[in-house]
């Protein structure tokens, strides 16, 4: 095969031959691009993906803890009836939330930290479910406060500080994501200058 090659190269005219020098050094000029714009594209659709994670994250730790509180607190109180209330709603929103993250992160620790969010989430479906069966049973208004007072405000607590440190975490990521996109992007022109002065000698 090689012999067939160099035979066809060395019968060729001179127009040839200089066709053939550029298509060699085109070809991996070419595949060269290929994967510089993929790996910029890659690189750009990570770093979307960690600030979406951190945005949805912020909204999450800073509204879920004051809202499933004060929720909470309106049910026990009498202000809001098992009917009316939105507790569980509430907490399928906020899986939803995790889901959607670990769907987004590519952090192993961030991954942990979301791990320990579905529990703190199933264990404030516990709290508030004995809640609802104190208040169907009548008469255990002071049973409700503590649970209201030593469980479900110390887990959305819990859930406010880990989700705080997936966003803190997370914009670490994107500060990362963006030196190296930098780093990558200014070799990349490097060597496409450098591989055009070669073309051109």
Known sequence: MRKKIKELYEHSTLVAKIRYSYLCLLVPFVLFLIF????????NRRYEDMINSSVMASQFSLDFQKDFDYETYLLIVGNKTLEESSLHDMLVEADGIVAGLEELTESQENLKRLTSVKKYL??????IGR???????????????EIWENDVQIVTTLVRDEISQYTYYEIQGIQKSKDDYQKFYTWMLRFCLIALVGVVV
């Open 36 to 43: 510089c714009f993929y790996n910029l594209w890659n690189n």
């Open 131 to 145: 809640i609802e069966d104190n208040i169907r049973e009548g008469n255990r208004y002071e049973d409700n406060m």
């Open 122 to 127: 199933n264990n404030l479906e516990t709290y």
